[in-house]
């Protein structure tokens, strides 16, 4: 870590500490999302880490993202997906939109003012995405869209939606990427979901009906949007990957915590090796999965970006968030399954981490892909 990590994280570890964390009990319960919170992180300048200083941004590299990721989910997972969607639809605007959409888009989404969402999936096009439905065709001066989106991260909370649509026949090809505001005309955010974790991030259906979308808000190219949302998707996936080593490394300190105190045998449960070795290994998991996640978003930083890394980090880190996060339950024993401690949240957390942003069988797809490629 350099300094300016360093620095980064020690500020920003103080805000989640009296900011954050005191809410995720009762707010986890309720479903409740804050916008203050995510407003707070952009008066940190965290919420637009790696975009150009030009829109708003930090001008700070994937990896000092990382970092950020990781450091604000040691305290939420949920706030800090919020912060890495919301950023992946900044790089997706930064690196595929005109000048006018950097300008008209960016600068709210990089101070935290407003929120991104990324709209892709649909209720029958989840991991095969390529398949979705919703239509975008041209009329005068635009598109109307017709369709809906679900299991959309943010919706109704944010206010720029990346919205994929078919312009053209079948398979990737016939996609578009538009830029939709929430309020325009035909678009509402339908039913929002129960979930089983991540309960602070709103997770809602999005409906278009006959929504007039005016030309300029086309991103790109048409035909060209399924490789912006992939490509958007390669970061993303590192960044899931820095926020599942957050959440695992918080699990693990917090088992460490707790089998120093608890006493059982007329000894701390820290002496019994059967613990220790559960706890080594949950250490040496974390790490392993953090070294991954560097690795895929130093390549990035050097513009040598790789969909197998970032596959690779994702997978990694997120099942080993999850087994930590069981593990650290184990160790807590009956009182870790109930709600006087946060381990309990903390796997309920973790598992959709093995799914959004690609199922983990997904990323062995790309992966074993790329190993074909290779070896052609
Ligand atoms: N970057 C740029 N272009 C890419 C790309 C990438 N990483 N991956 C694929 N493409 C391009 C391909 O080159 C191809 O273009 P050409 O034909 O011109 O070469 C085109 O996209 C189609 O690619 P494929 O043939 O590989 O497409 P496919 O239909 O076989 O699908 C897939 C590939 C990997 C399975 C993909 O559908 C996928 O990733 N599915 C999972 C969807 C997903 O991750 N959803 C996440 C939802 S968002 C979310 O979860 C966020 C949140 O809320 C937290």
Redesign the pocket.
Known sequence: MNELQLELTNSLRKYCQDKIEPFMEEDDASGKFRPEIFKGLGEYGVTGVPLPEEFGGANLSYTDFAYVLREIAKYSAPYA?TLS?STMVQNIINEFGNQDQKEKYLPPLTSGQEIGA?C??ESHA?????SLKMTAKKTQGGYILNGSKM???SAGVASTYFVTARTGGEG??GISAFIVQAGTKGFSIGKKEKKMGFRTSPTCEILFENCFIPEENLLGQEGEG??YA??G??R?RISIGAIACGLAQRSLDESVKYSLERKQFQQEIFNFQGLQFMMADMATEVSASWLMVLEAARLFDAKNSD?KLASMAKLKSTDVAMKVTTDAVQIFGGAGYTSEYPVERYMRDAKVMQI???TNQ?QR??IA?ALKKEHQ
Request: hydrophobic letters at 55%; proline letters at 0%; glycine letters at 10%.
């Open positions: 997906v969607v990324f892709l999936s989840g991991s095969d995405a390529a299991w959309i991260t990737a090809k399924f490789k992939m490509s998707l390669d993303g969909s959004f942003e690609g997904i797809v790309v892909r």
